[in-house]
Nanobody, 115 residues
Framework: QVQLVESGGGFVQPGGSLRLSCAAS??????RKWDRQAPGKQRDLVAG???????NVTDPVKGRFTISRDNAKNTVYLQMNNLQPEDTAVYYC???????????WGQGTQVTVSS
């Protein structure tokens, strides 16, 4: 059974940093990504990573957020620096299993940036 367990969210002041982790079990995943959803808004892509090591981050977080993964641990990370109030959202990790053509979501972790 596939499980994605997220951790690392919390409260931080503007300019601070957090590191999110998403540990997966049950399968081997190709594409991993992070999305976020702010209150009253749609869920948006933040960053993605392929198993070959290709990564991308979206414009709102470019230069501040970095996605990385440890395939041996089946874990993906989101390093978030210089956090701003507009980064406040629930952050969700996602994993795609190509063997079964199935995608899976984590439970979400809250990130709050406020002074």
């Amino acid at each position: 059974q596939v499980q994605l367990v997220e951790s690392g969210g919390g409260f931080v002041q503007p300019g601070g940093s957090l590191r999110l982790s998403c540990a997966a079990s049950g399968s081997r995943f190709s594409m991993r990504k992070w999305d976020r959803q702010a209150p009253g808004k749609q869920r948006d892509l933040v960053a993605g990573s392929t198993i070959s090591g290709h990564t991308n981050v979206t414009d709102p977080v470019k230069g501040r957020f970095t996605i990385s993964r440890d395939n041996a641990k089946n874990t993906v990370y989101l390093q978030m620096n210089n956090l701003q109030p507009e980064d406040t959202a629930v952050y969700y990790c996602y994993a795609y299993d190509p063997l079964y053509s199935s995608g899976y979501w984590g439970q979400g972790t809250q990130v709050t940036v406020s002074s």
